[in-house]
């Protein structure tokens, strides 16, 4: 597997910890951000894969930050997983209208997270 | 994870603390929405990175209180003085669940404020509260057996704005198992039309997976809302492990399209054996020998495999009259006419959906054009078998030991054309019976096996059919020949002629060898007429023959009679068509070059081809200054060029055939009428590489 890159957004530093271990082994390259107006500052021209976020995020949350994504014309089309704890709600369809790939449900293991990842980027 | 339990364990710590705070300031300002977020948002996260790191109690309790605060977000609760106390007791627990939750005393503590809540905050409310979150596990997957399911998969056409890789998820089922997949393409739209971020295509899949449907399901959890997606169980067997798989979804023409009713038949087709009974077809149906007794049924389970599929295949056919069959060919014919007039008109009109709708409808009509021809192919053998008898009794009547052979029995020909070989193929037969194979003494004496063999071999040779009847006989005497020839006139006396020549007279009217007329093979009304039966079916006969040694007849037949694909060319201000099959190469041509070839060869592609200038040949008017073309065709081990002016494109053809005064010239095989209602001819390429190579 090349290093692809990945930008996973959230305001908890425990899942934070938890993401970077499980991406790094599986051998991506992984930025981090506690929330949305932290991850803007990344797409700054750099190479990014895929886009997680969670959506409860003070400053910006996660559909601000989608949205934002989508309207920047070189990360336009990049995939973007968002963090739910719901499997069925308003928030989902709010993601998916702002332009989200899919999402992750929490709580996830290492193996359903990297099966999730594994629909998006290869 | 203890070390990252301990890093969850200082998160939430912090977040209760910033939590208190809020509460404290909500105190004085109970409307402020702020605070209220940030409680709703502690309370969200607590429960998400509980249950991430195991703490399942405190996870549940979180989500009780997440709800709560979601009322209070919506305005349906207060944040009064009771809520901000409730809260602050809430706290006290989070905290004993973070350190033990399995203490007696907290537990008790929660029962108590769960039911705080359910009584004084919630009550009345019919807010549709979310599942309480399960602590992850692996799932133990039982291994099931290796079923086959069929999915359409049709992405919504934005699919990619949101990021989504369709391939993916085809990846992510060929992950699951065996995978088979059929891309359709017929929703693109012309260019002008076509938005190069939109998707167009969609998919039929075969997949052989052990995982059930809610996993198949799941590949498709990001995009079923928008998406068309089918799944499908159509076999508790792996089919795309039989071994009769590719062959099947050939030959029942799934990459064309895929219906319930092909699946069917792919399922009935590839079957395995069954742990119930299965009841036999009916024997009317088979045509079989009669099934034994029930007694003999039991072993039939442990040797089901080939036979049974093929009792299957059989008992899904259905007969036919045959007069149906030509009456269906007659109609496509006229389709395929009509699209010709079709093509035609939407060529000279300026409108993409029109042109859309022709090709959509030329493609159709093609296949429909192959699937009737298809069904009037039968094997060869239907007619073979019957000579089997013949050679056995018209041997015993001459007292001859004669064998028949055959091979490539199950090669296929149109049915009409099954029906008109017969006659010219017993007569070849009984040629071969009477003149060729020798009594046995004489077989005897010349060393040979007292038992003569004929063997009838069948083969396919490109777009050709072969049917090649030798015999070990006596052959035929060059001099006989002659002298024969003479006799009757057909050379002179002193006339230089070579042995093909020569073998060609007999299939002259008038001429037999026979020196008495025999039962058997007639009076010489023989070979001249076999010629013209086979001529009439656009084939074409030829003869071998070496004293001594043997006879053979070589018929090379077309595999199908009324309709080709064709290629429509330019000769002048005429337009005429080539069967495509016939067709190797088309080359750029200067008048340049032709005028420095020699002797009528010229070099392509670092080989010489003998060609003939059809311009010149059909004596058009070369009019234009434009580049010509040299079409390559081929004819066996022959091939030749033929100069030309340009090349219109394929078409599909229906022959008609010539009328009675054109029927003498020997390089046309019939006409087709074009989409603007102009005839073209239909050059023989055969005869015409004949015509000027052998002469």
Same mark, same amino acid.
């Given at each position: 597997?090349?290093?692809?890159?990945?930008?996973?957004?959230?305001?908890?530093?425990?899942?934070?910890?938890?993401? !970077?271990? *499980?991406?790094?082994?599986?051998?991506?390259?992984?930025?981090? %951000? &506690?929330?949305?107006?932290? #991850?803007?500052?990344?797409?700054?021209?750099?190479?990014?894969?895929?886009?997680?976020?969670?959506?409860?995020?003070?400053?910006?949350?996660?559909?601000?930050?989608?949205?934002?994504?989508?309207?920047?014309?070189?990360? !336009?089309? *990049?995939?973007?997983?968002?963090?739910?704890?719901?499997?069925? %709600? &308003?928030?989902?369809?709010? #993601?998916?209208?702002?332009?989200?790939?899919?999402?992750?449900?929490?709580?996830?293991?290492?193996?359903?997270?990297?099966?999730?990842?594994?629909?998006?980027?290869? | 994870?203890?070390?990252?339990?301990?890093?969850?364990?200082?998160?939430?710590?912090?977040?209760?603390?910033?939590?208190?705070?809020?509460?404290?300031?909500?105190?004085?300002?109970?409307?402020?929405?702020?605070?209220?977020?940030?409680?709703?948002?502690?309370?969200?996260?607590?429960?998400?990175?509980?249950?991430?790191?195991?703490?399942?109690?405190?996870?549940?309790?979180?989500?009780?209180?997440?709800?709560?605060?979601?009322?209070?977000?919506?305005?349906?609760?207060?944040?009064?003085?009771?809520?901000?106390?409730?809260?602050?007791?809430?706290?006290?627990?989070?905290?004993?669940?973070?350190?033990?939750?399995?203490?007696?005393?907290?537990?008790?503590?929660?029962?108590?404020?769960?039911?705080?809540?359910?009584?004084?905050?919630?009550?009345?409310?019919?807010?549709?509260?979310?599942?309480?979150?399960?602590?992850?596990?692996?799932?133990?997957?039982?291994?099931?057996?290796?079923?086959?399911?069929?999915?359409?998969?049709?992405?919504?056409?934005?699919?990619?704005?949101?990021?989504?890789?369709?391939?993916?998820?085809?990846?992510?089922?060929?992950?699951?198992?065996?995978?088979?997949?059929?891309?359709?393409?017929?929703?693109?739209?012309?260019?002008?039309?076509?938005?190069?971020?939109?998707?167009?295509?969609?998919?039929?899949?075969?997949?052989?997976?052990?995982?059930?449907?809610?996993?198949?399901?799941?590949?498709?959890?990001?995009?079923?809302?928008?998406?068309?997606?089918?799944?499908?169980?159509?076999?508790?067997?792996?089919?795309?492990?039989?071994?009769?798989?590719?062959?099947?979804?050939?030959?029942?023409?799934?990459?064309?399209?895929?219906?319930?009713?092909?699946?069917?038949?792919?399922?009935?087709?590839?079957?395995?054996?069954?742990?119930?009974?299965?009841?036999?077809?009916?024997?009317?149906?088979?045509?079989?020998?009669?099934?034994?007794?029930?007694?003999?049924?039991?072993?039939?389970?442990?040797?089901?495999?080939?036979?049974?599929?093929?009792?299957?295949?059989?008992?899904?056919?259905?007969?036919?009259?045959?007069?149906?069959?030509?009456?269906?060919?007659?109609?496509?014919?006229?389709?395929?006419?009509?699209?010709?007039?079709?093509?035609?008109?939407?060529?000279?009109?300026?409108?993409?959906?029109?042109?859309?709708?022709?090709?959509?409808?030329?493609?159709?009509?093609?296949?429909?054009?192959?699937?009737?021809?298809?069904?009037?192919?039968?094997?060869?053998?239907?007619?073979?078998?019957?000579?089997?008898?013949?050679?056995?009794?018209?041997?015993?009547?001459?007292?001859?030991?004669?064998?028949?052979?055959?091979?490539?029995?199950?090669?296929?020909?149109?049915?009409?054309?099954?029906?008109?070989?017969?006659?010219?193929?017993?007569?070849?037969?009984?040629?071969?019976?009477?003149h060729g194979i020798e009594p046995p003494e004489e077989r005897k004496k010349a060393g040979k096996p007292v038992q003569g063999l004929i063997h009838i071999g069948t083969s396919y040779q490109g777009a050709f059919v072969q049917i090649k009847i030798s015999d070990d006989g006596r052959g035929m005497d060059e001099k006989e020949l002659k002298k024969v020839a003479m006799e009757k006139g057909f050379i002179q006396p002193g006339?230089?002629?070579?042995?093909?020549?020569?073998?060609?007279?007999?299939?002259?009217?008038?001429?037999?060898?026979?020196?008495?007329?025999?039962?058997?093979?007639?009076?010489?009304?023989?070979?001249?007429?076999?010629?013209?039966?086979?001529?009439?079916?656009?084939?074409?006969?030829?003869?071998?023959?070496?004293?001594?040694?043997?006879?053979?007849?070589?018929?090379?037949?077309?595999?199908?009679?009324?309709?080709?694909?064709?290629?429509?060319?330019?000769?002048?201000?005429?337009?005429?068509?080539?069967?495509?099959?016939?067709?190797?190469?088309?080359?750029?041509?200067?008048?340049?070059?032709?005028?420095?070839?020699?002797?009528?060869?010229?070099?392509?592609?670092?080989?010489?081809?003998?060609?003939?200038?059809?311009?010149?040949?059909?004596?058009?008017?070369?009019?234009?200054?434009?580049?010509?073309?040299?079409?390559?065709?081929?004819?066996?081990?022959?091939?030749?060029?033929?100069?030309?002016?340009?090349?219109?494109?394929?078409?599909?053809?229906?022959?008609?055939?010539?009328?009675?005064?054109?029927?003498?010239?020997e390089i046309f095989s019939g006409a087709s009428v074009l989409g603007d209602g102009e005839v073209a001819l239909v050059i023989d390429t055969n005869k015409m590489i004949d015509k000027f190579i052998n002469t």
């Open positions: 597997m090349q290093n692809k890159t990945i930008l996973f957004v959230d305001d908890s530093p425990s899942i934070r910890t938890l993401v !970077r271990m *499980i991406l790094e082994e599986a051998g991506y390259h992984v930025l981090i %951000s &506690e929330d949305g107006q932290d #991850a803007l500052q990344h797409f700054n021209g750099k190479t990014i894969n895929l886009l997680i976020t969670d959506l409860h995020m003070p400053r910006m949350n996660g559909i601000e930050l989608i949205k934002a994504i989508r309207k920047l014309s070189k990360y !336009r089309y *990049i995939p973007i997983l968002f963090l739910t704890t719901e499997t069925k %709600s &308003e928030m989902k369809n709010e #993601a998916k209208a702002a332009g989200a790939t899919g999402w992750i449900t929490k709580p996830f293991d290492k193996e359903n997270f990297i099966k999730t990842i594994n629909k998006v980027i290869r | 994870m203890d070390d990252l339990s301990a890093s969850f364990v200082n998160e939430a710590n912090e977040l209760l603390e910033s939590l208190e705070e809020a509460l404290l300031k909500l105190e004085n300002h109970p409307d402020d929405q702020e605070e209220i977020n940030t409680a709703f948002r502690v309370m969200h996260s607590l429960k998400g990175t509980g249950a991430m790191f195991g703490f399942e109690e405190l996870s549940s309790f979180t989500h009780e209180m997440e709800s709560l605060y979601d009322l209070v977000r919506t305005g349906k609760q207060k944040a009064d003085k009771n809520l901000i106390d409730f809260t602050f007791k809430s706290i006290d627990l989070i905290r004993r669940l973070l350190d033990n939750p399995k203490d007696e005393e907290t537990q008790t503590m929660e029962k108590e404020l769960l039911n705080e809540i359910k009584t004084k905050f919630s009550a009345g409310e019919t807010r549709e509260k979310p599942e309480p979150l399960p602590v992850h596990k692996t799932k133990e997957k039982k291994k099931g057996n290796q079923v086959t399911w069929y999915i359409r998969f049709e992405p919504h056409r934005d699919i990619l704005k949101n990021g989504t890789r369709p391939l993916y998820l085809l990846d992510e089922l060929a992950d699951a198992g065996g995978i088979k997949t059929f891309l359709h393409t017929d929703n693109i739209p012309d260019f002008k039309h076509l938005n190069v971020e939109n998707t167009y295509v969609y998919w039929d899949i075969l997949l052989s997976s052990d995982k059930d449907e809610n996993f198949l399901r799941d590949v498709f959890i990001f995009v079923e809302d928008e998406s068309r997606i089918e799944i499908e169980k159509i076999s508790e067997h792996n089919l795309l492990s039989h071994p009769e798989f590719e062959k099947q979804i050939t030959s029942l023409g799934l990459h064309e399209n895929i219906t319930p009713e092909k699946l069917q038949q792919l399922t009935a087709v590839l079957s395995f054996p069954e742990k119930t009974e299965v009841e036999e077809p009916e024997e009317e149906i088979t045509g079989e020998q009669p099934e034994p007794p029930k007694e003999v049924k039991q072993d039939q389970e442990e040797v089901p495999d080939k036979e049974d599929v093929q009792k299957r295949i059989l008992h899904e056919t259905v007969r036919v009259p045959s007069a149906k069959l030509d009456e269906l060919l007659d109609i496509i014919s006229e389709v395929v006419t009509t699209q010709a007039r079709l093509g035609h008109y939407s060529r000279h009109h300026e409108d993409p959906e029109l042109q859309d709708i022709t090709e959509d409808y030329e493609k159709l009509s093609r296949q429909l054009r192959e699937n009737a021809l298809g069904m009037r192919l039968i094997p060869i053998y239907t007619i073979l078998i019957r000579f089997k008898r013949l050679v056995h009794d018209l041997s015993r009547e001459m007292n001859k030991e004669i064998r028949l052979k055959t091979t490539g029995t199950e090669t296929e020909l149109d049915k009409s054309m099954i029906e008109k070989l017969y006659d010219p193929l017993m007569h070849i037969l009984r040629n071969s019976i009477d006339m230089e002629i070579s042995s093909k020549e020569l073998l060609q007279l007999i299939f002259r009217p008038g001429f037999s060898t026979s020196k008495k007329v025999s039962k058997i093979s007639g009076r010489g009304v023989g070979m001249d007429v076999v010629k013209k039966n086979i001529e009439d079916l656009r084939g074409s006969i030829e003869l071998e023959t070496e004293k001594g040694k043997g006879t053979t007849v070589k018929i090379l037949l077309p595999l199908t009679l009324s309709i080709i694909d064709g290629l429509l060319i330019h000769v002048g201000n005429n337009r005429y068509i080539l069967p495509m099959n016939n067709v190797k190469q088309v080359f750029p041509v200067t008048r340049k070059e032709l005028k420095k070839s020699f002797n009528n060869v010229i070099s392509k592609d670092n080989h010489q081809i003998p060609f003939v200038n059809l311009i010149k040949e059909f004596e058009e008017k070369d009019t234009s200054q434009k580049e010509l073309y040299l079409i390559v065709v081929d004819y066996g081990k022959k091939e030749m060029g033929f100069v030309i002016n340009s090349v219109e494109g394929k078409y599909q053809a229906v022959i008609k055939p010539l009328s009675r005064l054109a029927q003498k010239q």
